[in-house]
């Protein structure tokens, strides 16, 4: 299918690890990137592919299969946000991103 | 240092055409795509399209009947333009750029973006 699934909200507590992931057919053929929004702020690109972006070295990502992953080692309270996906769809022609996850840090 | 400002009409009535413009500073201008998306209030982010500097377009299908998408390479600036507008097409509205220099081709720049309601 053309499209990218992320679960809605994720909670993390203080300092501790989590991992947002964003499933999809495209995502067997191409590496995703990761924008963070906080609320009334434009996305900023945080991870793309396998690298980080000017960005704490606590943020990494990876993939397998069909499966794109973003982790957060030692979350902050900063990094409270939205976190979206997005990689090309399944014919490489355009673009998507997934519904984008909501990290609570405790 | 990449930056974009974008400018157009934040309030239009159903029928009319939204325009967005958004300039680019700082940038290889000729080396990038420029890139519309947009965000639903309360919602996620939808790709619109974008454009190279050579004049070539790709719109997401949803849109593509109604989105025009151009570049001005003299001013470095490009252009969104979506016909006929309805309420679902209320959103804030973002320009952005994409570096392919790296195969994944993350939108390394984003626009301030610019709240457009649709409202009769």
């Known amino acids: 299918s053309s499209e990218l699934t992320q679960d809605p909200a994720v909670s993390v507590a203080l300092g501790q690890t989590v991992r947002i992931t964003c499933q999809g057919d495209?995502?067997?053929?191409?590496?995703a990137s990761w924008y963070q929004q906080k609320p009334g702020q434009a996305p900023v690109l945080v991870i793309y592919g396998k690298y980080s972006r000017g960005i704490p070295d606590r943020f990494s990502g990876s993939s397998s299969g069909n499966t794109a992953s973003l982790t957060i080692t030692g979350a902050q309270a900063d990094d409270e946000a939205d976190y979206y996906c997005s990689s090309r769809d399944i014919s490489g022609s355009h673009w998507l991103f997934g519904g984008g996850t909501k990290l609570t840090v405790l | 240092q990449v930056q974009l400002q974008q400018w157009g009409a934040g309030l239009l009535k159903p029928s009319e055409n939204l325009s967005l413009t958004c300039a680019v500073y700082?940038?290889?201008?000729?080396?990038?795509?420029w890139t519309w998306i947009r965000q639903s209030p309360g919602r996620g982010l939808e790709w619109i399209g974008e454009?190279?500097?050579?004049?070539?377009?790709t719109y997401s299908p949803s849109l593509k009947s109604r989105v025009t998408i151009s570049v001005d390479t003299s001013k470095n600036q490009f252009s969104l333009n979506l016909s006929s507008v309805t309420a679902a097409d209320t959103a804030v509205y973002y320009c952005?750029?994409?570096?392919?220099?790296?195969?994944?081709?993350?939108?390394?720049?984003w626009g301030p973006g610019t709240l457009v309601t649709v409202s009769s």
């Open positions: 454009i190279y500097h050579s004049g070539s377009t």
């Open positions: 700082g940038g290889s201008f000729s080396t990038y795509y």
């Open positions: 952005g750029v994409r570096d392919c220099s790296d195969s994944v081709c993350p939108l390394g720049y």
């Open positions: 495209s995502l067997r053929r191409f590496y």
